[in-house]
């Protein structure tokens, strides 16, 4: 299993969890952004930038992920690709994105989408809280206790 995270729009307290799980789990985890980001000195972190443009991290992300490993990402119509790859997607609230659900929230977001289009304010997410973190650091636990198992 390889993590790869969708970095540019990817909080920094959710990069500090996945920086110290890798190391910990001895996991290769790939930051994908279009801009140069720091990381932490290690084996198993690193990143790769990609050129400035609409989806191009995405589209390198769908490119490199494999069946069994992770993708971190709020970007659902990302997370519907490399679902249907094999992979898993987690967003940084804890939400693991499957074949069961992502069919639907990808229905929701394209109908959330339309209402903005069409004028409708439809607000943001609300920020990301401390159960939030705690909910993604558990859910991610759990996929790297499972893994290779």
């Given at each position: 299993m390889r993590i790869w995270v969708?970095?540019?729009?990817?909080?920094?307290?959710?990069?500090t969890i996945l920086f110290r799980a890798a190391e910990r789990a001895c996991v290769q985890l790939t930051l994908v952004a279009n801009q140069p980001l720091q990381t932490p000195p290690s084996p198993y972190i690193n990143s790769v930038?990609?050129?400035?443009?609409f989806d191009v991290a995405d589209d390198?992300?769908?490119?490199?992920?494999a069946a069994g490993d992770l993708v971190i990402t709020a970007d659902i119509p990302l997370a519907a690709a490399v679902v249907k790859k094999g992979a898993r997607a987690l967003n940084p609230r804890g939400e693991l994105y499957t074949e069961e659900n992502i069919g639907e929230r990808?229905?929701?977001?394209?109908?959330?989408?339309?209402?903005?289009?069409?004028?409708?304010?439809?607000?943001?997410p609300a920020a990301l809280g401390k159960s939030d973190r705690q909910a993604f650091a558990n859910q991610l636990d759990r996929l790297l206790a499972?893994?290779?198992g």
């Open positions: 969708d970095a540019d729009a990817c909080p920094n307290v959710v990069k930038q990609v050129s400035a443009g390198r992300i769908v490119e490199l992920a990808l229905a929701v977001r394209d109908f959330m989408d339309e209402l903005r289009g069409s004028g409708v304010v439809t607000g943001g499972k893994r290779g």
